[in-house]
């Protein structure tokens, strides 16, 4: 059946595919087939080219999100605690979608993925840009027998879950900025955005969700309303990254994380301390009420931001952090 989302399906390879042809594959008119193209453009801010006696064709081809490729690259262990894996073309959050089903009460190890987010949810209020077909947008819901009183780490241990994917990638500098983001020499290259219910002491919940930027059009109008300096894994590496081994990658290393706690902890924590890029570094934290300056010491055993100001030690379980710029260069 003709749909935007079984023509993209054709059209992904990159090449000229005719009006005629299309009409025939689909059993339906050429203007059917133009008006499809034409909400492809609308829907999914694509572009294409269409040449008389040719047909039509996307502007760069695409690699969609494959369940059987991911499947395929999966580690065993991994992909038999796959409980529910679900690729939407087109959502409003995959958080949003799985803190619903979490509420229905559904099992750990959901999984939801998605080509475009058109309300992605960013920490603080912000909106997480999610251009169609180009980033990874994930979203897994994980239930803890414990409380959020004892995930205070969790979202540290998903970024160093996020950092071994990219190195498996052959990313080799990665680094982490408190509470959970991935940076790549100062710029932002993904976020992590946990959302927990349940009892204080259990048990508990977590939507885990994370936006990793893999190649963000840079014309594009969401590349553009992105507020702070950004990069993506293709630019990084300098090649075409392929999004289904590497989403297999994350989804890897977070089970893998994730099963490991408790017993792991401290060696994960030990792991995000060694690429730390806040440490010894002056900074300025924003609270919901007030803005403190000072040096940020590192992280205490709860995973609270440690920053010395005013001649004393401020312990920051929450807060907005930025490096002080100029501050900072010897
Ligand atoms: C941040 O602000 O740094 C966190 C961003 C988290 C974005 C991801 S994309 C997948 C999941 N769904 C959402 O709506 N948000 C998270």
């Given at each position: ?15 000229y ?19 499809t ?15 008389r006696?040719k ?8 690699e ?6 991911i ?26 979608y ?19 987010q ?5 920490r ?20 803890f ?11 540290l241990?998903?970024?160093?879950a996020?950092v ?8 080799k ?51 553009n309303?992105?507020d702070?300096?950004?990069?993506d ?19 890897d ?15 994960l ?11 010894e ?22 995973g ?7 001649g ?5 379980h ?13």
């Amino acid at each position: 059946m003709l749909s935007a989302q079984s023509l993209l399906q054709i059209l992904a390879d990159g090449k000229y595919h005719s009006g005629t042809d299309l009409g025939v594959r689909f059993g339906v008119s050429r203007a059917a087939i133009g008006k499809t193209i034409h909400k492809i453009e609308q829907n999914y801010g694509l572009s294409l080219f269409a040449v008389r006696g040719k047909g039509y064709r996307l502007q760069q081809a695409l690699e969609l999100l494959d369940e059987n490729v991911i499947r395929q690259k999966l580690m065993e262990q991994t992909s038999e605690q796959l409980n529910q894996f679900e690729i939407f073309f087109d959502i409003d959050s995959t958080n949003r979608y799985l803190n619903n089903k979490s509420i229905e009460g559904a099992s750990s190890g959901y999984l939801v993925l998605a080509e475009q987010q058109t309300k992605g949810i960013g920490r603080r209020g912000r909106e997480w840009m999610s251009p169609f077909g180009s980033n990874l947008y994930l979203s897994l819901l994980w239930r803890f027998p414990y409380g959020a009183a004892q995930l205070g780490c969790l979202s540290l241990f998903i970024a160093v879950a996020i950092v071994r994917a990219l190195q498996k990638a052959g990313v080799k500098d990665a680094g982490v900025k408190w509470p959970n983001d991935i940076y790549w020499k100062n710029k932002k290259l993904a976020g992590i955005l946990l959302e927990m219910r349940g009892e204080l002491s259990g048990p508990s919940a977590v939507v885990i969700g994370i936006g990793l930027n893999i190649n963000m059009p840079a014309s594009s109008i969401e590349a553009n309303n992105i507020d702070q300096p950004w990069i993506d894994l293709q630019t990084i590496l300098g090649q075409k990254v392929e999004r289904n081994e590497f989403t297999a990658f994350v989804i890897d290393a977070l089970f893998d994380v994730l099963n490991n706690i408790p017993d792991e902890q401290n060696k994960l924590l030990k792991v995000w301390q060694q690429m730390d890029i806040l440490k010894e570094q002056n900074v300025d934290v924003i609270f919901a009420d007030k803005k403190i300056s000072g040096k940020a010491l590192g992280i205490n055993r709860d995973g609270a931001l440690i920053v010395h100001h005013d001649g004393k030690d401020i312990v920051c379980h929450s807060g907005d952090v930025s490096i002080r710029p100029g501050l900072n260069d010897d």
